[in-house]
């Protein structure tokens, strides 16, 4: 099992796993209209996805930590070199919505193994919500999760 790990703010903690933000505002992986739920490979990654898209000052917020639990299996991973080269870029490419919208659509896996555009070496994981397996993944508990404030500044 691969564990991956999703930190929300507590106003959207009650359906961390619906795709709604996605949808409605599109993502690197997905564009506007797709449901799609990003993950990060490690807790500290996704900390650092949460902080690179907060506003500063950060007013106070309170946030939440889950942990879901991918069959290895389930996961496929995005090997076309000019998808991965465009991951690079710090703005949101045709390229990487493109395949992630094909992905979506066509149902092959339940989740997407990807590079962060943070850290290119960590993955990040796009989970399709609509998927026939994603009620099959393992969803941790809720976990309070808070930032150091120097971060926040």
Not at 40 to 48: D, F, I, P, V
Not at 111 to 124: F, G, I, K, Q
Not at 131 to 151: E, P, Y
């Amino acid at each position: 099992m691969v564990s991956s790990w999703r930190i929300v703010a507590e106003a959207r903690a009650n359906a961390p796993w619906d795709g709604l933000g996605a949808r409605r505002y599109g993502g690197r992986w997905n564009p506007v209209g797709l449901a799609a739920v990003y993950s990060a490979g490690s807790r500290a990654l996704a900390a650092l996805e949460i902080l690179a898209h907060l506003p500063r000052p950060t007013p106070p917020m309170v946030f939440c930590l889950f942990e879901v639990k991918i069959p290895e299996d389930a996961v496929v991973d995005v090997t076309d070199a000019r998808v991965l080269a465009s991951v690079e870029s710090p703005e949101i490419e045709q390229l990487t919505q493109n395949f992630g919208a094909a992905w979506l659509r066509a149902q092959t896996s339940v989740a997407l193994r990807v590079p962060s555009a943070l850290v290119p070496e960590e993955p990040n994981y796009v989970l399709n919500p609509e998927h026939r397996d994603f009620a099959h993944l393992v969803f941790g508990d809720r976990k309070n999760f808070a930032f150091d404030r120097r971060l926040l500044r």
